[in-house]
Nanobody
Framework: QVQLVESGGGFVQAGGSSRLSCAAS????????MGWFRQAPGKEREAVAA????????SYVDSVKGRFTISRDNAKNAVYLQMNSLKPEDTAVYYC??????????????????WGQGTQVTVSS
């Protein structure tokens, strides 16, 4: 099991930027894929971005491509989500997650075993 703690977020104006961080502890962080998910009120939790164990491969949902960047620092047991050109529709609780299996790149909720508590991002128009 891995423990995950998100930070960052808050209130941002449309067009602005924000950076989320996720600190991990527990099982060997560097061997597992990591992901960022988000959940808006009344909606399903959706995958936003994923990164493989080395950081070499990434994947994004279409709605954030070109605006968001996921990265990781295995020496610091951390994963990040840089969000630029934010839109009101990006408003949601953002969750960091660690995959069940090692070495993969996953964009499906069921592929993730451990979750952070979430951090709110609110984008005002």
């Amino acid at each position: 099991q891995v423990q995950l703690v998100e930070s960052g977020g808050g209130f941002v104006q449309a067009g602005g930027s924000s950076r989320l961080s996720c600190a991990a502890s527990g099982r060997t962080f560097s061997s597992y894929g990591m992901g960022w998910f988000r959940q808006a009120p009344g909606k399903e939790r959706e995958a936003v971005a994923a990164i493989n164990w080395s950081g070499e491969y990434t994947s994004y949902v279409d709605s954030v491509k070109g605006r968001f960047t996921i990265s990781r620092d295995n020496a610091k047991n951390a994963v990040y989500l840089q969000m630029n050109s934010l839109k009101p529709e990006d408003t949601a609780v953002y969750y960091c997650a660690a995959s069940r299996l090692r070495f993969g790149l996953y964009m499906t909720r069921s592929d993730y075993a451990d979750w952070g508590q979430g951090t709110q991002v609110t984008v005002s128009s």
